[in-house]
């Protein structure tokens, strides 16, 4: 990473800080805690579970995406998609960082390398369709709320972010060439023994012409996308909130959408805080709930985050002792 992405990335995470701080201070740090306070530490344990559950969904999608691999491998790929949004979540760097980590998660584990960069592509493909099916779900939800008054100012915001992520995904479309080629320039500069673009372009060949797999891939992903949303669902009945399902699935698929728009701010800080903040109030919650719901969700994702990057770390560290 060049010094000019170094300096980039921290000054983004410094702007999500403050941005961050901000909203926290605006709605009253102590109004937040005490709405938080209500899921109480078994909420939260369950609250962590159904993340869990989230993770095994996303590691079918990518088991799916890599016709070959023995079906009690779907474990293994759910452990790797684990850590690495562990690392994206934890780690201050872009998500390139992340990405590479659960690469080498399943490298180490024996998976062929050009299957792994494949089924990465495949699946990030598909979780990317699958999120834009999620999304034009929430905006035809919330189409009777966006043409009130009250969402004047919110409305070309929420659907020029729209049309950006879905622009966003179109060009990926139809840049697989590229992307595979940048992953495999990747590969060759970060992990030894990597393969060359030929054999993953073959491996990538043969896994779309499989188009049940990739049918798999899409279904566990959306899937994946729904229990995130349903799970901040329950994180709100826990705290008290009576809010219909249907809004909080809607308000979440516009924060994966600035979630995605904001990719180069390591971990969305500020971003997420800030959307919750200015969009929750459309669906009729509360400030200190929503940003409470916000800050739930990365105690989340810290607690999980962290205990799979230390298990990873030990795991790497035994293995380099072997070597």
Known sequence: MSTWSRIGILAATLLGLAIAVWTVGDVGLAQIAQTA??????????????????????????????????????????????????????????????????WRTLIGAAVPAARVYSSFVVDLTTEMASQVVYTLFSLIAIAPLLAGAGAAELRPAIIGGTAVMIGFIVLFFTMQRTVLALAARIAARFLP?????????????????????????????????TATGTGSWFMLELMGSDIALWKVLSLEGLIFTLRSIAFFVPGAIGVQEAGYLFVAPLFGLAPEAALALSLGKRARDMLIGAAALLIWQIRESRALIVQ
Not at 37 to 58: D, H, K
Not at 193 to 205: D, F, I, P
Not at 218 to 224: Q, R, T
């Open 37 to 102: 306070r209500r899921m109480g530490p078994g909420g939260f344990a369950a609250v962590c579970a159904w993340s869990l559950f989230t993770s095994a969904l996303l590691g079918g999608a990518w088991h799916s995406a890599a016709p070959g691999e023995p079906a009690r491998r779907v474990v293994l790929f759910a452990w790797a998609r684990l850590v690495r949004d562990g690392a994206s979540n934890l780690l201050p760097f872009s998500e390139l960082g992340a990405i590479l980590i659960g």
């Open 193 to 225: 023994g990597a393969t060359v673009l030929a054999e993953v372009q073959a491996e990538l060949s043969r896994t779309y012409a499989m188009r049940g797999h990739v049918l798999a891939a899409f279904v566990f992903n959306l899937a994946a996308w």
